[in-house]
């Protein structure tokens, strides 16, 4: 057995890998640059933890999604193996430990987000580290023209003068050639691997239905799909709204969103996990890094961005490959937010600079300070205090974040931490002289490993419980001794935060580039109106439009989409079809004919199948009338 299946097996309990995984190990194993576009469930993560583990040294994994590298690294420490996330919200003290940790070897992967690579200081650790691999995952944010692009990204070539000789893996799940082009250009490959799995997901159907009674729609859909299911809508409310209409039709139903506190969101994310909750009402915030096999649908009730955002939400429907649906709800209103979107997604400079100004006066940062500095933030109380839109706010913080300028933190978990900063004898000189707090420090000691070398978890109401006590108590000396420097106690939070990448500035100087912002608002509206078309084209099957998008070639039908479904019910196949197709233009370019009349040039072809044939091809426009209701070729053929 070859060491990459051995820790394969050892860590992960597999025998084999999934389709392309061992070919993108293998050329990560020989030192070599290697792009890998895996579709979402395609196990990515593995392509980049087991070479690591099968090699000396500490994975660097650089990550935009602060929620997925929080879930990695609870799986990796549970299979036993050192892992960090270094994440806002941690204190100054916790990550220069965490850093250290990681020169002494005492980590296998350290996971990062793309905005610490501005931080000199994390650059002076990452030069002391024993680095053998690079990993960068949801690769397409580096490409100016990718639909989520993060400028800190463009460190990383930077990065690679550090350890030239170190391979780097790129990986996204969504990505059009013109970014993956841009992938390997930015990171500077020079003989890359590049390793595609087709985009095809022949077991999900994909299902677009244009109606103007989407709750109808969705109760016969949940109805006729039995198993679990994942509604998406794009706002808060909503999601509350449609899991109680569901509950009323005795539908399990729960609904998701960031607003909701850590132990809610965990509770309702294990609860579906688990079965005990049918169907899941979310905002995107929810399915990102939850890899829950048994989905039977995935139902999209209002319309994300682009094609890309939908292909990977649609995506997490059937990865047990039994089959699934992806299905689409849409109505005219919901073309025209995605036609308009656009012009609330780029508000205008003025408005841009209105909104940092504001955040800078809420954040108490004087001009000129800031720099590396995260900052706890709420979104909604901001915009009440500066009596401001949401959305548009939202949009404002985001473009700054494109811009370089700061960095949004996602609300996620992080739960109480303590390490004891004292060495041993120090610490058992305070009990003896301290008797009172002797009983919580003997029994952190017993409880919790490593306290004097790293940050541990732990939780404050389990110590209570084992000391009988009650958990405010144990709180309040916990607080004593962090301020007697006893312990470094960090309370447990799940509050969002904004990071300042750069020192603040009056808001004339903020340098916002305008030729950026427009070519950005450009391009995000080619990706809203190549979205527009796959929901409105009703003459092609929805895999292949997909596929084609993403750059596949040599593409068949589905079978199994709602194009492929009306298709089907003509009993020709593809190339009797085309054929039949070719002989009716020539025909009725020459004479156009009443519908009685085809099947006379026909022989040979049964009446019922061609009379089929010729209404799906009217229904479908490859074919049309004339005023007098004659069959005629359509005029651009």
């Known amino acids: 057995m070859s060491l990459i299946h051995q820790v394969l097996t050892q860590y992960w309990g597999y025998t084999r890998f999934r389709p392309l995984q061992e070919e993108i190990v293998r050329s990560v194993m020989e030192g070599k640059d290697t792009l890998a576009l895996l579709p979402t469930g395609g196990g990515k993560s593995l392509c980049f933890q087991v070479p690591a583990m099968a090699m000396s040294g500490i994975c660097i994994v650089i990550s935009p999604l602060i929620a997925l590298m929080k879930d990695q690294e609870e799986q990796l420490r549970e299979k036993g193996i050192r892992a960090v996330a270094i994440v806002s919200g941690m204190k100054k003290q916790e990550v220069e430990v965490a850093l250290n940790n990681c020169i002494h070897g005492n980590y296998k992967f350290l996971y990062v987000s793309p905005e610490r690579l501005v931080s000199p200081v994390f650059l002076e650790y990452l030069k002391e580290m024993p680095v053998n691999m690079i990993a960068v995952d949801e690769a397409h944010c580096i490409s100016q023209w990718g639909y989520d692009f993060r400028p800190p990204y463009l460190k990383i070539a930077e990065i690679r003068e550090l350890f030239p000789k170190i391979p780097v893996l790129a990986l996204t799940a969504s990505a059009t050639p013109e970014v993956r082009k841009d992938i390997l250009q930015r990171l500077e490959f020079k003989n890359p691997e590049v390793f595609t799995k087709s985009f095809a997901r022949s077991n999900l159907s994909y299902i677009i239905r244009p109606t103007e009674d989407k709750l ?41 969103h960031a607003g909701l506190d850590h132990q809610t969101r965990f ?33 999209h009730l209002d319309l994300p961005d682009d094609l890309e955002s939908y292909y990977q939400e649609a995506g997490r429907g059937g990865r ?13 209103a919901d073309l025209n937010d995605l036609d308009n979107r656009y012009l609330m997604n780029f508000p205008p400079r003025e408005e841009i600079r209105r909104v940092y100004k504001a955040l800078g006066n809420y954040l108490q940062i004087p001009v000129g300070s800031g720099a590396g500095i995260t900052y706890p933030f709420d979104l909604l109380p901001f915009c009440q205090q500066y009596k401001m839109e949401p959305l548009v706010t939202m949009n404002c913080l985001r473009l700054l974040e494109m811009t370089g300028t700061i960095s949004l933190g996602e609300g996620i978990f992080l739960p109480a931490r303590i390490r004891i900063p004292m060495k041993h004898m120090e610490l058992y000189k305070f009990q003896v002289e301290n008797p009172v707090y002797d009983p919580l420090i003997k029994t952190l000691l017993r409880s919790y490993a490593g306290l004097f070398e790293d940050y541990v978890r732990f939780s404050e109401a389990e110590v209570a419980r084992r000391m009988s006590r009650e958990t405010n108590d144990v709180t309040k000396q916990l607080s004593s001794l962090q301020k007697l420097g006893v312990v470094d106690y960090i309370p447990a939070n799940d509050k969002p935060t904004v990071s300042y990448l750069s020192e603040r500035v009056k808001e004339e100087d903020l340098y916002i580039p305008k030729e950026l912002l427009e070519e950005r608002k450009r391009r995000y509206k080619m990706r809203s109106d190549a979205f527009r078309h796959f929901l409105t084209n009703q003459h092609q099957c929805r895999s292949m439009m997909l596929l084609a998008y993403f750059g596949e070639g040599n593409l068949t039908r589905c079978g199994t989409c709602d194009f492929c479904r009306e298709r089907n019910k003509v009993e020709l196949n593809d190339l009797e079809m085309e054929e ?54 359509p005029e651009n053929e």
């Open 216 to 256: 109808g729609h969705l109760l016969k859909i949940l109805n006729s799909i039995p198993g679990t299911s994942i509604i998406y809508v794009r706002n808060r409310r909503k999601t509350q709204e449609i899991a109680h209409i569901l509950r009323q039709y005795k539908i399990s139903a729960d609904f998701y």
């Open 267 to 299: 509770e309702r994310q294990n609860h579906w996990m688990k079965n005990k909750t049918r169907v899941i009402v979310a905002t995107n915030a929810f399915g990102m890094g939850i890899n829950k096999p048994d989905v039977r649908s995935v139902i």
């Open 320 to 332: 047990d490959e039994k089959n699934a649906y992806a299905v689409v709800l849409y109505d005219e």
């Open 580 to 633: 039949l197709l070719g002989r009716l233009r020539k025909l009725l370019k020459e004479t156009p004919l009443p519908p009685a009349e085809i099947p006379q040039h026909f022989v040979g072809i049964p009446e019922g199948k061609l009379q089929a044939a010729v209404r799906w091809l009217l229904d479908n426009r490859e074919l049309d009338t004339d005023l007098t209701g004659r069959i005629i070729a």
